[in-house]
């Protein structure tokens, strides 16, 4: 009886050894080959997302495959350079602005062999919400004499790009110029007394977004004499 046992896991053991593994089937004999891989960015706009990457230098990418919405949507986009060093984009427009969207990212070659995945964190996109949500920039206080008017002005947001400011001078013609977000103060020369400074400002949602935002209305002042 022991005899028969041990025979039959001896017979267990061979042909356990000689079955290929999952693995082995799955490999089919051929050897997998991962494309290179891409600096990838993404970041979001007005109603968009901008994706750029810098390419690889593995000269067999042919084209890139790109997935998004949980996967639902997704596009082919044809590898144009294979220069690290330059910049290869792309679009994706009429996004909703109340959703983050998570993108995956693929290099092709030519036979179809897909790179290791890139899947990048949620991409926010902004709209009318967050542009309602901005505000002018706040002055602190301005002073005038002899025609000219200073206006000091408080530090504004870190995503601010600029603030435009209009005015009416001597000659009666609209004069415009931008305070950039360094600037603590403008000087306003040949003013018109009794006009009104017009003021509006403009912020990027995030470093790098392809979109500027502006307030919808302009802020003003009215200089007493």
């Not at 947001?157 to 005015?167: E, H, K, L, P």
Request: charged letters at 15%; hydrophobic letters at 30%; proline letters at 6%.
């Amino acid at each position: 009886m022991k005899s028969i046992i041990l025979m039959c896991l001896i017979v267990s053991f061979a042909v356990s050894c000689n079955k290929p593994t999952d693995y082995e089937k799955y490999l089919s004999n051929h050897e997998i080959i991962y494309p290179g891989t891409v600096k990838l960015k993404a970041v979001g706009g007005n109603y968009r997302v901008l994706m750029y990457w810098n390419p690889s230098p593995d000269k067999t990418i042919a084209k890139y495959m790109i997935y998004w919405n949980h996967n639902l949507d997704s596009i082919s986009v044809n590898a144009t350079t294979l220069d690290p060093d330059s910049v290869q984009q792309i679009y994706f427009d009429n996004l909703k602005e109340t959703q983050e969207y998570d993108f995956t990212f693929y290099s092709l070659d030519s036979a179809g062999n897909k790179s290791i995945p890139i899947k990048l964190n949620p991409v926010r996109v902004y709209g009318n919400y967050y542009q309602k949500s901005l505000k002018n920039r706040i002055y602190s206080t301005y002073s005038y004499s002899n025609d000219t008017v200073t206006i000091q002005w408080n530090k504004p947001d870190t995503v601010n790009i600029n603030t435009q400011i209009r005015f009416t001078n001597l000659s009666g013609q609209q004069t415009i110029f931008d305070l950039s977000p360094t600037s603590k103060s403008s000087v306003i020369a040949q003013y018109m007394p009794n006009t009104y400074i017009y003021y509006k400002s403009s912020y990027l949602p995030i470093t790098n977004s392809p979109d500027t935002f502006y307030v919808s209305k302009y802020d003003s002042i009215l200089i007493p004499q």
